[in-house]
Every structure is written in structure tokens, then in C-alpha cells.
């Protein structure tokens, strides 16, 4: 059955620490993705990537690094997090142009 | 970028009554529209995705289309109690990549 798996599900870290979001699929997707949702802002894109080796920028790339190791592998990395960090974080991965996305469960972060 | 922006914020409807939601994006030469359904802050279930100009029926769910009015709709057929969820219209560009619109929230009293 096709998945998509993040971890933690749960995540509460320091400002200024550093925080690793993982996301692994088993669907052999070439794309995969990494989203926030707050509040009044629906998905906001932060990084994608087109397969291993590969990262995109999304709209909101700014305090945020990604990483792609392999085909299912696909983390979120945050060097310094901040406050405003804090938000639910959702990972999918894509096939071709018609199939859906599917997503992850989410990962919810708060940084004091 | 192609923006997406979803109207109404929030819809109130009673059960068996029809749902609909609206969807308008800004740039027409998108053709892969989806329309995903969220329940409290859990993952995302696709409920359809249409490609081209007309209708698009999954269940009870259908999903209409006018690009040239640049417009995408959802039609909920006998909506219950369980379809209260936030709904998301999501538009993907030429390289693959999802833009979402803020979401409509809908509750479905019995």
C-alpha cells in the first residue's frame, strides 16, 4: 500500500537548536515535497526535490535546508530554529503529472 | 507561481443539503487540479482530480472545471456529519509542484 511516513509526529525544540523532520516513502515516487500549514495560510511550499541527490527551492525556502539521500528518503532540516518555525510540517511524494500527491500524516513543531 | 484562492472561508450546511466550494486560480495554463479533504489537522486525502474543461465525479464528490473563467468547484451530494473537514483546492504547475489554496472549512449539522 502506498505511504508516506514522517517522523517525529511530534517535535519540541529549542530556539537556536538544530532539527531534523524525516519523511520516507514507499511508493517509488520521484518527486517528494516539504510543506507548512499555519493558520490563514493554507500549504506553503518550502523545498521539493525530483529524486535523489536533487533539492528545489519552494516559496518559503528561507531558514530551511533540505536533503535527499535516496529515492524514499526526504528530510527537512532547520540549522537555527526560531519561534516562527513553529507549525504543522507535511512531507508527500508524486509520480507522474496525473497521479495525486499523497501526504504524510504531518509532524507539529514548536520551538520555545 | 500560480496562486490559488478558495472561497468561502467557512460553509455551514445541513445534512443531505449540497456543498458546494469555489476554487479560482490565477494562471490559466495549469491543467491538473485536485481537490483534497483534511480532517483536523491530519494528512491529506485526495477526493478528485480533474484535467480538462467539464465535470468530474468520485462518489459524492464532484469537481468542476472552466479554465477560461480560470474557476474549479466541489459539489458535495448529501453531505453528513462526517464530511465536516477543511477542504483544500490545490493547483500544479508545469514542474510538478502543488500550490494550495488557505482552505475552506465545512460543517455538516445534522
Known amino acids: 500500500e502506498a505511504a508516506v511516513t514522517q517522523s517525529p509526529r511530534n517535535k519540541v525544540a529549542v530556539t537556536g537548536g538544530k532539527v531534523t523532520l524525516s519523511c520516507n516513502q514507499t511508493n517509488n515516487h520521484n518527486n517528494m515535497y516539504w510543506y507548512r500549514q499555519d493558520t490563514g495560510h493554507g500549504l506553503r511550499l518550502i523545498h521539493y526535490?525530483?529524486?535523489?541527490?536533487?533539492?528545489e527551492k519552494g516559496d518559503i525556502p528561507d531558514g530551511y535546508k533540505a536533503s535527499r539521500p535516496s529515492q524514499e528518503n526526504f528530510s527537512l532540516i532547520l540549522e537555527l530554529a526560531t519561534p516562527s518555525q513553529t507549525s504543522v510540517y507535511f512531507c508527500?511524494?508524486?509520480?507522474?503529472?496525473?497521479?495525486?500527491?499523497?501526504f504524510g500524516e504531518g509532524t507539529r513543531l514548536s520551538v520555545l | 507561481q500560480q496562486k490559488v484562492q478558495q472561497s468561502p472561508e467557512s460553509l455551514t450546511v445541513s445534512e443531505g443539503a449540497m456543498a458546494s466550494l469555489n476554487c479560482t486560480f490565477s494562471d490559466g495554463t495549469s491543467n491538473n487540479f485536485r481537490w483534497y479533504r483534511q480532517h483536523s489537522a491530519k494528512g491529506l486525502e485526495v477526493l478528485v482530480s480533474i484535467f480538462s474543461d467539464g465535470e468530474k465525479e468520485e462518489g459524492r464528490f464532484t469537481a468542476h472545471l472552466n479554465r477560461a473563467n480560470l474557476h474549479v468547484s466541489l459539489h458535495i451530494r448529501e453531505p453528513q456529519p462526517s464530511d465536516s473537514a477543511v477542504y483544500l483546492c490545490?493547483?500544479?504547475?508545469?514542474?510538478?509542484?502543488?500550490?494550495f489554496g488557505s482552505g475552506t472549512k465545512l460543517t455538516v449539522e445534522p
Open positions: 508527500a511524494s508524486g509520480g507522474n503529472n496525473n497521479q495525486a500527491p499523497l
Open positions: 490545490a493547483a500544479m504547475s508545469n514542474y510538478n509542484v502543488l500550490y
Open positions: 526535490s525530483y529524486g535523489a541527490g536533487s533539492t
